[in-house]
């Protein structure tokens, strides 16, 4: 933990509190330095959609969270922001979309892995795929270390949840015939224009709402899943994104008084 209380009453707590979060986790080796970039990058997206989820996000949630559930192997990815941000949530997450946790990381070392695995271990992980030797296989689409994956996870999966992704991944993945599914706040990262599904939103958001929706959708029959996913398209979703941002913007531009 940083060693600065920040003040409950402070405009900008929850923006600080987590920020202090993806600190705290990168002197704790759970996030890389290059996460510290990453999340100020998320940050400034975050503003423009004004600190909250608006409605075409939680479709975007909703919609992911269908097409894992109707996936038939579906898995989590996790990375070093993931970890730091939201444990508890996405283990959850991984429990109701029953849908195993591997560790796959860009920044790879063996520090990270297990400052990693202690973190999901702490929020009541049991199995995390992607760190025994024995059970790791490279796949030639990828160049870097996000190459290693596990036998029993992303190998054999046909639906990967990447959130927080760098783009040539998912490219690699939909290559490899796999569906992906990420949360990204920039709506044209590559990462979102490449996905299946992309949610617009700050992942502290988004994963706490996808476990409403888990827990609402997790008892449909997969006929049922799959016929409820037509009625999305992503990139509809990806420019109803551009719209809110754009016309809020816009909104604050041509309004009397410059008030958020
Ligand atoms: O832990 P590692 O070693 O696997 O490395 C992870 C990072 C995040 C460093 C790596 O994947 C990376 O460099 O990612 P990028 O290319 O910076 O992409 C991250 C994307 O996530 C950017 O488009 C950000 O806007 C977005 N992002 C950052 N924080 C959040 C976010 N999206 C949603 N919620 C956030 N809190």
Not at 149 to 164: K, M
Not at 237 to 260: G, H, Y
Request: proline share 4%; net charge neutral; with cysteine.
């Amino acid at each position: 933990m940083s060693n600065h209380e920040i003040p409950k009453n402070h405009p900008r707590y929850v923006s600080l509190t987590v920020r202090d979060a993806i600190i705290s986790g990168m002197h704790q080796k759970i996030v890389a330095e290059a996460g510290l970039i990453a999340h100020g990058r998320g940050e400034a997206f975050d503003y423009i959609l004004g600190e909250n989820t608006p409605k075409f996000a939680l479709k975007q949630e909703e919609f992911a969270v269908l097409y894992l559930l109707s996936a038939s192997k579906p898995i989590i990815s996790v990375n070093g922001n993931v970890a730091a941000l939201c444990p508890k949530e996405i283990v959850d997450l991984s429990n109701i979309l029953n849908a195993p946790l591997e560790i796959n990381l860009f920044y790879r070392s063996k520090e990270r892995e297990q400052a990693i695995k202690k973190k999901l271990i702490d929020a009541g992980a049991g199995l995390i795929l992607g760190l025994e030797p024995e059970y790791q296989e490279t796949i030639a689409e990828i160049s870097h270390l996000r190459r290693i994956v596990d036998s029993r996870g992303i190998a054999i999966s046909d639906c990967v949840f990447v959130p927080l992704e760098d783009g040539d991944r998912t490219q690699a993945l939909r290559r490899m015939n796999k569906s992906v599914v990420t949360v990204d706040l920039n709506p044209i990262s590559r990462t979102s224009l490449t996905a299946n599904v992309s949610i617009t939103n700050n992942i502290i958001r988004a994963v706490p709402e996808m476990i409403k929706y888990a827990e609402e959708f997790v008892q449909l029959p997969k006929n049922q899943l799959k016929e409820r996913l037509k009625h999305y398209s992503n990139e509809k979703l990806l420019q109803d994104a551009l719209k809110f941002m754009s016309e809020r913007l816009n909104t604050l531009a041509t309004s009397d008084k410059l008030v958020i």
